[in-house]
């Protein structure tokens, strides 16, 4: 069995919970902040059999989409020099979807 972590935008959350659950997959969503944007963000855990990971990488991929997003970045992110407390600008890809796949032990239902 596989762990699937997978951040993904508010946005393409509640669509792709419900494709997944369609399709038989069996998810957890948790409310989560990306550190660089501070913006909310959603991660899903999904314990997944090997033979489907694909089928739920590939769900994941088709739903969610990335989008470019303008936010302020401290100087220092924006290549300027430390010390300076003025931010800055910057464009940003967000998403489809971050995702962390883990090898799982035990999978225990007590
Ligand atoms: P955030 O940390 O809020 O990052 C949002 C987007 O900002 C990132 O999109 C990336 O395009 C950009 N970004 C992040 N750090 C940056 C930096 N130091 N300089 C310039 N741009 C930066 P994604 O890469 O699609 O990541 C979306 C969300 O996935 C992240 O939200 C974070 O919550 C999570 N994430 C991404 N990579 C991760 C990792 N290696 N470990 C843990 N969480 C991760």
Do not use: W
């Not at 020099?81 to 239902?109: C, D, N, R, W």
């Amino acid at each position: 069995m596989k762990l699937i972590i997978a951040i993904v935008q508010d946005e393409d959350s509640s669509k792709l919970v419900s494709k997944l659950m369609q399709d038989g997959f069996s998810v957890t969503k948790l409310a989560t902040t990306g550190g660089f944007l501070k913006a909310g963000n959603t991660t899903l855990l999904l314990g997944v059999e090997e033979e489907r990971m694909q089928d739920a990488i590939h769900l994941i991929e088709t739903v969610c989409k990335s989008r470019k997003q303008i936010t302020s970045a401290p100087a220092a992110l924006a290549g300027m020099a430390h010390g300076e407390y003025t931010t800055y600008p910057v464009e940003v890809t967000v998403g489809g979807a971050t995702m962390f796949i883990l090898s799982i032990e035990q999978f225990l239902k007590v």
